[in-house]
């Protein structure tokens, strides 16, 4: 992690919970009506099916309720903007028991049924104060829903991207959540004010080290809309591949980005 100063922004822990137990929702919607043959279909997540990305969209948010059978951290020493940078450090350990997940739940409706209940009873039990032990340190429960949010609205896109014509949506709060945290991440990565990135209607950040714009049009202007950046953040659409699509407007000198994406894979 860059050490830099982190950005401090603030998440209604209403609105995240509201954002994840409605993505959630959705997947479970949609994942009912798989077929046998469409579970079996590959991913752009190397050598998984779509039933180990649908075990894993689960594993996501039961990550909660482990975190909460461990004693609670004695303080917290970490913020939600160390999450992104952290998750590619146990992308072997997350692959093994995704695996093991699978073969133990072939039923994955009665599997993801189970994973809501739970999320629900844990939430309405425990304060959003309650420090859990994550991957990125000890972090409170609401930071770390929101990243659960991302984790959501990420694999919804790989799901819809893995079995044709699924159309699984996205919910606003949890798609405007994950553009805000990953925005930020990238001023994190690339401290500066030399270049403004916006992905409307949900965030604009100033990064790149370099001349800082102070007023009127910037010199260095990145734009995209949400879902894109999110692909090129999470390393599922590269710069070039964006910018040939015309996913992304990208003017100035310094507002080429390739170098500094993904931010998490």
């Keep these: 992690m860059p050490p830099v100063k982190k950005r401090a922004r603030t998440y209604d822990p209403a609105k995240t919970r509201a954002a994840v137990l409605g993505q959630f929702g959705k ?54 903007l160390d999450w992104p ?20 739940h072939p039923d994955l409706d009665g599997y993801l049924a189970a994973v809501g209940r739970d999320l629900v009873e844990q939430l309405d039990t425990h304060p959003g104060t309650r420090l859990l032990r994550t991957n990125a340190g000890a972090l409170p429960l609401a930071d770390y829903l929101v990243t659960r949010a991302v984790e959501l ?12 014509g699924l159309a699984v949506p996205l919910d606003r709060q949890a798609l405007a959540a994950t553009s805000r945290l990953l925005a930020d991440a990238l001023a994190v990565k690339a401290p500066g004010g030399a270049t403004e990135v916006r992905v409307p209607p949900y965030a604009v950040v100033q990064c790149v080290e370099g001349p800082r714009h102070t007023r009127g049009t910037p010199p260095n202007v990145v734009e995209t809309d949400p879902l894109t950046w999110i692909r090129l953040a999470t390393g599922r659409q590269s710069w070039a591949e964006a910018m040939d699509a015309a996913k992304v407007s990208a003017s100035g000198e310094r507002a080429d980005l390739g170098a500094l994406l993904p931010l998490m894979s």
């Design 27 to 80: 997947v479970r919607e949609a994942v009912a009506g798989l077929e046998d043959g469409q579970l079996a279909l590959p991913t752009r997540l190397g050598e998984w099916r779509v039933r180990e990305l649908v075990a894993h969209i689960g594993m996501a948010l039961t990550a909660i309720g482990r975190a909460l059978a461990l004693p609670e951290p004695p303080k917290q020493d970490a913020v939600l």
């Design 85 to 104: 940078f952290a998750t590619s450090a146990h992308s072997a350990a997350i692959d093994d028991f995704t695996r093991r997940l699978t073969g133990e």
């Design 153 to 164: 609205v990420v694999h919804t896109d790989d799901l819809n991207a893995a079995v044709r």
